[in-house]
């Protein structure tokens, strides 16, 4: 019966891991683990209480670890319920005190069903430690004493305050109401030297001003003079290299009409040569041509013919 409240109790809140009266029996450190997680990350109950590290079971693998972890939520519950519990941490490792552990578990459920309790997770990482039943009624008559005792320190503490203040603000009233002529004056007095400090200031600005145009429109004006000579200069180039080109075709068209007019004046001398050679050879022909007739002329008969003597005719009578 009592395992069976346990789990109803710690199982309204979590519904993993498991609550099985074998696990309830003898309960280990990882079971224990997850399910304070579980509380925590169903409830908000001890949200804040333990680090990164700490809510993984796999990184809190030491016994000092351990101890630490339980012993936090142990101290948790004993702030919450007002009295610290008799279950021992190093206990609970060890696999020893089942009933108390489980009567730990049970009150971890029912101060869960109530909700978060950011106090109780301060006090705890203060470094707290929840006290007894007897120490805790002392400790609460004691706070309850100190508690008075301070209300009345504050309030006669305050009340001496209160006619203090009373007084200072007694004589600064009469000083202000003294001072307000000359306050005045002074008042009027600066609002005119800040009037005239600001027309200086316009005044000294505008001046800057007129001063950086002429200077920007200097600056303009020198650069559309030199952007101007720039395209002169560009322009006289390309003249004069136009110039040089039309005085370059134009000599090369005078020495290609002084080319032809000499190869011309040297057919015209050559034609003449030409034909009195062939006068010449024609008359040579010709002469030629009488001299060898003149020659066949002179030519001699032969010696039968010439001077012979002729053979008398025996028909002639001698």
Do not use: M
């Not at 978060?116 to 707290?128: A, C, L, Q, Y």
């Not at 120490?135 to 503490?157: F, M, N, V, W, Y």
């Not at 600005?205 to 145009?213: F, L, Q, S």
């Not at 000499?262 to 010709?286: I, R």
């Amino acid at each position: 019966k009592q395992w069976y409240q346990r789990r109803v109790r710690v199982g309204k809140i979590i519904k993993k891991p498991p609550l099985t009266e074998k696990l309830l029996s003898k309960p280990p450190f990882r079971y224990l683990h997850d399910i304070i997680s579980e509380v925590i990350k169903n409830s908000g109950y001890l949200d804040g209480l333990y680090g990164d590290d700490e809510k993984t079971s796999a990184n809190v693998k030491e016994k000092e670890q351990k101890l630490a972890y339980l012993q936090k939520a142990i101290d948790a519950v004993g702030f919450s319920i007002g009295t610290s519990i008799s279950v021992r941490a190093n206990k609970i490792i060890a696999g020893q005190e089942a009933d108390k552990t489980n009567e730990f578990l049970q009150l971890l459920g029912r101060c869960a069903a109530k909700g978060p309790d950011s106090e109780v997770v301060k006090r705890v990482k203060k470094g707290e430690k929840p006290s007894k039943k007897g120490e805790s009624a002392k400790t609460e008559g004691k706070s309850k004493r100190t508690a008075k005792d301070e209300e009345r320190k504050s309030k006669s503490s305050k009340e001496r305050e209160s006619s203090k203040t009373r007084g200072k603000r007694e004589q600064s009233s009469s000083k202000e109401r003294g001072g307000a002529r000359a306050g005045g004056d002074s008042k009027e007095r600066k609002e005119k030297s800040d009037k005239r400090g600001r027309r200086e200031k316009s005044s000294k600005r505008d001046e800057v001003e007129a001063v950086e145009d002429k200077a920007a429109k200097e600056a303009q004006q020198k650069r559309e003079k030199e952007e101007q000579k720039e395209a002169e200069k560009k322009a006289r180039e390309v003249q004069k290299e136009s110039d040089e080109k039309r005085d370059k075709e134009e000599r090369r068209r005078r020495q290609k009409e002084a080319d032809r007019q000499k190869e011309a004046e040297q057919t015209e001398t050559d034609a003449p040569a030409d034909q009195g050679t062939a006068e010449d050879s024609l008359s040579n022909g010709v002469n030629g041509e009488q001299e060898a007739q003149a020659a066949t002329a002179r030519i001699p008969r032969p010696s039968s013919a010439k001077g012979a003597r002729r053979r008398p005719d025996p028909s002639e009578p001698a």
